[in-house]
């Protein structure tokens, strides 16, 4: 038996709730860089990267908000099923990159969602 998809859709407000808030999304940065490469995060690469995770963050936080207070349909799982299986996959390259271990983590995490999100969408047909 499957975990219900919606499940996904709650565990992505609370990463892009940490991912949205300043000082806490560089926390996250600097936690996810220990597992690897950290050279680069300095100054204003440091900033700007800081800055690009954290306009990400709300995108993605207001996207999975919206997500959770619309009823499920097929296009809904269909586009989260997109963005887990594309998300899985730039987090694999970066991974592949020596960015960092905890990376490939969060990219079988993402490639996980969307198999379990390829099912919802089978089991609606």
């Known amino acids: 038996m499957l975990p219900n998809h919606r499940n996904f859709y709650y565990s992505d407000v609370g990463l892009f709730l940490l991912l949205a808030t300043p000082w806490l999304n560089e926390w996250v940065i600097g936690l996810v860089l220990s597992f690897g490469d950290t050279d680069f995060f300095v100054g204003s690469a ?7 995770v954290g306009i990400a ?8 908000l919206l997500r959770l207070n619309t ?17 899985g996959s730039w987090m694999l ?8 271990l905890i990376l490939l983590i969060f990219a079988v995490a993402d490639l996980g969602a969307a198999l379990v999100l390829s099912a919802a969408l089978i089991k609606q047909t």
Request: overall charge positive.
């Open 93 to 100: 390259f970066a991974y592949f990159q020596g960015i960092s």
């Open 46 to 52: 440091k900033t700007m990267l800081t800055t690009f």
């Open 71 to 87: 009823p499920d349909s097929r296009s809904i799982v269909m586009i989260s099923f997109f963005v887990k299986l594309f998300a």
């Open 57 to 64: 963050g709300v995108l993605g936080l207001g996207f999975s």
